[in-house]
């Protein structure tokens, strides 16, 4: 790495002084040419005096001129050479920039020093791509214009690192500017680059993204059309979803789930019903994800075989089923859920305890209260939470006990359960 470092340095320096050397060597050149020239005349015969002084003056002149010329490149070269202007001086010193920032009590070093932001702006020039993604992170700190202009023409840098810096960078500020390149950049020949210009849309909240994140559905890398639905769940307007229903049956599985999952922030009644039979697809990722969709849906329809899900074969189904019906708060499932309190699998059981206070059923509180002395502090903490919200008296008794619990966490759900309680009174 040192070695590409110092490659690329003396590469730098000598791009750089080579203007300077063509002055040095012309005008070395004509001299020499000259005073070679001079000495031929005066080879071929004798002059009048005034002439040879003529002669003399000029060959003199020349001779000064050179050295002036060299002296002044010369400085020129030392000050190229000494200053910051190598790739690595720049990269070392943006780093710096970026450091300062570090820490609770750090200060935003570059926007107090507008000398600092011009700087890191001409360093996205530089010739190495580090130091322009380094410049690309540390503008992404600034809020003035002149630095989100240079950051959105990065966006067509030769670099693919390069543009995803400056898609990072632009996510920062959250600038609506952006919205219009960026989309323009899905076209990107780099997948990596789509992938992080779709997470950047999405993140932006701004409904201009809607139609060409449909479009990226469509896009031959999976990874990318599983970036689009996951943007498009994130951006939450509802006119994706009769296209994404339309992917509910393409591959790969993964891609479905996210569709499942994006269909459940925005969708509606026709979204539920096209998701209820995927409870029952062979793949349990799918069905999970639809499952944790039908909650978010809030359609009752769903509660049905949300309840046949809570006997499913998979762990992670039978999870997301006891949550979503704790989101529909649907009273049929108290029965089933308190039967799952005894699964030894703790995720699932506290699923279920919150699936509980949720519903509010009177029936969970005896259960709930045994769970109290459970040996899992996770547990002990939902329980109690759990009896807070369904605001059954007689779980005082137990609560005021659990006071003591080692937890603080425990301790804290308690109190908080015990308040609510002593209102209901």
């Known amino acids: 790495m040192s070695l590409q470092n110092n490659r690329e340095n003396i590469n730098s320096i000598a791009n750089r002084i080579k203007p300077t050397l063509k002055i040095v060597s012309y005008t070395a050149a004509g001299t020499i040419y000259f005073n070679g020239l001079v000495l031929i005349v005066f080879s071929l015969g004798a002059f009048p005096e005034t002439k040879i002084k003529t002669l003399l003056f000029f060959s003199l002149f020349s001779m000064v001129a050179s050295l002036i010329a060299i002296v002044y490149s010369s400085m020129n070269l030392l000050s190229d050479v000494s200053g910051l202007k190598t790739s690595s001086e720049k990269l070392v010193y943006i780093s710096g920039l970026l450091k300062g920032q570090e820490g609770p009590r750090s200060e935003n070093v570059i926007t107090q020093n507008s000398r600092d932001i011009e700087f890191c702006i001409q360093a996205l020039d530089d010739e190495s791509p580090e130091v322009r993604v380094i410049a690309a992170e540390a503008l992404g700190q600034v809020r003035e214009k002149r630095s989100e202009k240079a950051l959105i023409g990065l966006l067509e840098d030769r670099n693919s690192a390069v543009r995803i810096a400056a898609v990072k960078a632009l996510i920062l500020r959250g600038s609506e500017d952006a919205i219009e390149p960026l989309i323009k950049q899905l076209a990107d020949k780099d997948p990596a680059v789509r992938i992080r210009i779709i997470e950047a849309l999405g993140n932006l909240y701004d409904r201009r993204s809607t139609g060409p994140l449909i479009k990226s559905l469509d896009d031959k890398v999976p990874e990318v059309r599983l970036a689009a639905a996951r943007a498009l769940g994130v951006l939450g307007d509802e006119r994706a979803e009769e296209k994404l229903i339309a992917k509910l049956d393409d591959s790969p599985v993964d891609f479905r789930s996210q569709v499942a999952l994006a269909l459940g922030k925005i969708g509606g009644k026709k979204a539920a019903v096209m998701l209820i039979p995927r409870l029952m697809d062979k793949d349990p990722e799918l069905r999970k994800h639809a499952a944790e969709a039908l909650g978010n849906l809030g359609d009752l329809q769903a509660v049905e075989p949300l309840l046949r899900c809570l006997e499913d074969k998979s762990s992670g189904v039978r999870n997301a089923a006891a949550y979503s019906l704790g989101v529909l ?67 005082t008794g137990s609560l005021v006990k659990n006071l003591s619990d080692p937890d603080p966490e425990v301790k804290w759900a308690v109190a908080e359960a015990l308040k609510t309680l002593d209102k209901q009174k």
């Open 329 to 395: 708060r649907a009273g049929k499932a108290a029965a089933p859920l308190i039967k799952m309190l005894q699964q030894k699998d703790s995720e699932i059981r506290i699923t279920s305890i919150y699936a509980l206070g949720e519903i509010g059923s009177c029936e969970a509180v005896d259960p709930l209260l045994e769970l109290l002395d459970d040996s899992n502090p996770w547990v002990r903490r939902y329980a109690a939470e759990a009896l807070g919200k369904i605001g059954d008296i007689k779980a």
